[in-house]
């Protein structure tokens, strides 16, 4: 049962940078980080979880265009972290921001829908304000 741990969210001022930290746990001694997919979302109140980006098993990226140029993801798979950076960050950007697993068949596939990641963390919050 894979755990999945945000971190690095907080206030920033418009114009500003994050880097979010997904740090994930439980894998066991058969699989990998990049056994599975794992992919960014954001959600604000009365409104569904938005996938941002995501990394495939292969590390392909994919990403909405609404953060087009702003946003890029890594992994690191000898710590079992996977970050998110966010730049030129606006105040609709607020937000709590979650990581989310999936172990997908498609090597170069990573889901939008929030309901096919069965793992998820608790969120971070993200506040853009001046």
């Known amino acids: 049962q894979l755990q999945l741990v945000e971190s690095g969210g907080g206030l920033v001022q418009p114009g500003g940078s994050l880097r979010l930290s997904c740090a994930v746990s439980?894998?066991?001694?058969?699989?990998?980080?990049?056994?599975?997919?794992v992919g960014w979302f954001r959600q604000v109140p009365g409104r569904d979880r938005e996938r941002i980006i995501c990394?495939?098993?292969?590390?392909?990226?994919d990403y909405e265009d609404s953060v087009k140029g702003r946003v890029a993801i890594s992994r690191d798979n000898a710590k079992n972290i996977v970050s998110l950076q966010i730049s030129n960050l606006k105040p609709e950007d607020t937000a709590m921001y979650y990581c989310?697993?999936?172990?997908?068949?498609?090597?170069?596939?990573?889901?939008?829908?929030?309901?096919?990641?069965?793992?998820w963390g608790q969120g971070t919050q993200v506040t853009v304000s001046s």
């Open positions: 990394i495939s098993r292969d590390g392909s990226t």
């Open positions: 439980g894998l066991t001694s058969d699989d990998s980080l990049d056994d599975y997919a």
């Open positions: 989310a697993a999936d172990y997908p068949a498609g090597a170069s596939f990573c889901a939008s829908a929030y309901q096919l990641y069965p793992y």
